[in-house]
């Protein structure tokens, strides 16, 4: 391929400026794996980066996109061949390194991961990083003592990409789900992926007014931080966890030391970006398992790289519902 078309990010007088250009292969920059993309997927991180909302490209030129599934067309590595299928997710490709928003790739060898058995490359980006992040939440908790038949878990920004993966997930696992969402029109939604109760997120925004309050949720996993974290510590039950990977409401939060201490919760915090590789193996088979394909494909949209701006002011003003793959052959 002579020439692909990409997604740049570019600053000029201190403005982002976004534009679909062609480029020549020569322009990728350097690694031992060349992929020809066949789909990424649009997260809330790719919405900050490409709306400029949020710092996310560290240089300039960029190529958005955290995410992409597609076919080796050339290798330096051993590891790797002409022809295979691969998968990449975080690694600080679309902040650091050129990401997914485009027909060619090229990247390190030891930040992809061959296509699992199984899953085509549309339905591996339609898990994509949030979707591995559901699941890394969920393993988390259950390393941390949680189990089905106990008091409910809340999952709080349900009607995201990492919330609907995580309600679908834990509703499979037999766990009682709360899902936490301010936009009523996704109410049935979250309860055809398995939520027993839906709770509007007002009621968790507001931080509660003492150090502890009663013990309610037996487990949680929330994708917003902020005010929303804090309020979700009070009530939360005795050993029970929180597994934190969104920042959506804030990075910063206040809350006292009293669940902590008191009730012996933990708060997890959950990264995708740099987990090892053999975690996210393990994560990749839990989704085979966990995630029926019916469920994934009622989460899931797509949409083509043209698109790609008015989607991301979209995931941006929360106007998404659950996961979008971006079709690079559309």
């Known amino acids: ?180 969402t301010g936009r009523a029109e996704l109410h049935e939604y979250l309860k055809g992926l398995g939520a027993a109760e839906i709770i509007d997120r007002a009621t968790l925004a507001e931080v509660a007014p003492r150090a502890l309050e009663s013990e309610r949720w037996g487990g949680a996993v929330d994708t917003v931080g902020g005010t929303t974290l804090a309020a979700l510590l009070p009530s939360m039950a005795y050993g029970s966890s929180v597994a934190a990977c969104g920042l959506v409401g804030g990075m910063n939060f206040s809350t006292s030391v009293a669940p902590f201490i008191l009730r012996g919760v933990s708060l997890l915090g959950i990264d995708s970006v740099y987990c090892p590789n053999d975690v996210r193996r393990e994560a990749w088979q839990r989704l085979k398992t966990d995630l029926p394909a019916g469920t994934l494909a009622a989460i899931t949209q797509v949409g083509r790289l043209e698109e790609v701006p008015a989607l991301a002011d979209a995931i941006v003003k929360g106007q998404i519902r659950g996961r979008v793959v971006i079709d690079l052959n559309g």
């Open 1 to 180: 391929m002579a020439e692909f078309r990409a997604w740049v990010l570019d600053q000029a007088d201190g403005k982002l400026q976004v534009s679909l250009q062609h480029l020549a292969e020569e322009a990728l920059p350097p690694g031992d794996v060349t992929v020809r993309v066949v789909c990424s997927s649009l997260n809330y991180k790719d919405g900050l980066a490409v709306t400029g909302k949020g710092k996310i490209a560290r240089s300039f030129p960029m190529v958005p996109g955290i995410d992409f599934a597609g076919t080796v067309v050339a290798s330096e590595s051993p590891d790797y061949k002409p022809g295979d299928q691969v998968v990449l997710m975080g690694w600080g490709v679309g902040e650091r390194h050129w990401g997914g928003f485009a027909e060619m790739a090229r990247v390190k060898a030891d930040w992809l991961l061959p296509l699992p058995d199984g899953i085509s490359p549309q339905q591996a980006m339609a898990i994509g990083t949030a979707g591995l992040t559901a699941m890394l939440c969920v393993m988390a908790l259950e390393k941390a003592g949680l189990r089905p038949g106990g008091r409910p878990v809340v999952v709080t920004g349900a009607g995201g990409g990492v919330g609907s993966t995580a309600v679908a997930l834990l509703a499979r696992l037999g766990y009682e789900v709360v899902a936490s």
